[in-house]
């Protein structure tokens, strides 16, 4: 009996000992609850973010594509802005046709375009408001780049490099010979509202009177007639306005005031300045460009297809 009983003691102590045993070894149960946490917390945190920011952007880019030429072109006409009053760079002759420079460099544009040219004529005051309320497409119209014109439209490449002379009433002035001549009180000085020609006048002759007029051809009149003493032009329009009214007007030909010219277009109108900036680089690298300058500035053939230039 003793023994039996001693038996069945060692039975329950090794039975003991296998139930200890298989109790230990569960606690592995603890990884998967540390995979559990740790792989989607990964996942969430990395693939969704870079999505939503790199896809969302993209969009926003295609979105701001410029759409200037597309519009132009299923409208079939390409409208440009000038003054008719500029001789050289763009004027009206005898059979109600706007003619020069920048006449043949905008059929250029517009040729390039696949579209006709429609030509709007303005009081230069009124060019940039019309682009900029999208009624026009760009102005060529012998426009200066400036810093404050660059806040509110863009520019082409230069088209012309320009600078201003000194046109004075030669009953007036008969031997004047400097620009200097003409900055003390008592001169008063004709200019074109809002263009470079007011601010050569103010920067240049600070000391004369500025009178204001809504054209060069205005201001002409008033210089032949002796109620301004002197204008300030670009070269090319002063050597053209002088060389027809010889009798009552006489040139300084001391250029101040360098200039670039350039046409414009609305702000952020990137494919059609493409576009001109193109037409440009092609005209000059074929000699086109200079041909095309030369008629209009150098040879003056086409005085004769003016009436009342005069005027």
């Known amino acids: 009996m003793k023994r039996l009983a001693f038996l069945a003691l060692i039975l329950a102590i090794v039975t003991s000992l296998a139930v200890s045993a298989c109790s230990t070894q569960t606690a592995p149960a603890s990884k998967p609850a540390a995979d559990t946490q740790a792989k989607p917390a ?8 870079a999505d939503t920011q790199s896809k969302p952007a993209a969009s926003s880019s295609s979105a701001t594509k410029d759409d200037t030429v597309d519009k132009i072109k299923k409208r079939g006409e390409l409208i440009v802005a000038m003054t008719g009053t500029n001789w050289g760079f763009n004027m009206v002759n005898r059979n109600n046709e706007t003619i020069g420079y920048d006449v043949d460099i905008a059929k250029k544009v517009a040729e390039k ?4 040219l429609s030509i709007q004529l303005q009081k230069w005051p009124g060019l940039i408001p019309s682009l900029q309320a999208g009624k ?5 119209a012998g426009m200066t780049i400036t810093p404050q ?20 009433n030669k009953a007036k002035h008969p031997n004047a010979s400097s620009v200097e001549e003409f900055n003390k009180p008592g001169i ?38 002796g109620r301004i003493d002197a204008m300030p032009a670009n070269i090319a329009w002063a050597r053209i306005y002088s060389k027809l009214n010889a009798d009552k007007v006489r040139l300084i030909d001391k250029p101040f005031q360098p200039e670039d010219y350039g046409i414009a277009v609305a702000k952020g109108a990137d494919s059609l300045r493409a576009v001109v900036n193109q037409v440009l680089k092609e005209l000059k690298a074929s000699g086109e460009y200079q041909k095309i300058y030369d008629k209009w500035f150098v040879t003056l053939d086409w005085l004769n297809e003016v009436e009342l230039l005069k005027k």
Not at 208 to 218: C, E, H, K, P
């Open 149 to 168: 014109r660059k806040e509110t439209v863009d520019f082409s490449d230069t088209y012309v490099k320009e600078g201003k002379l000194l046109l004075v």
């Open 42 to 49: 990964a996942d969430t945190q990395a693939k969704p973010a």
């Open 113 to 116: 375009l696949g579209v006709k």
């Open 136 to 140: 026009v497409d760009m102005i060529s």
């Open 188 to 225: 008063q000085i004709g200019v074109t509202a809002g263009s470079t020609d007011e601010t050569a006048a103010m920067a240049f002759l600070p000391k004369a009177s500025i009178l204001r007029f809504d054209s060069g051809v205005s201001t002409g009149l008033e210089l032949q007639a």
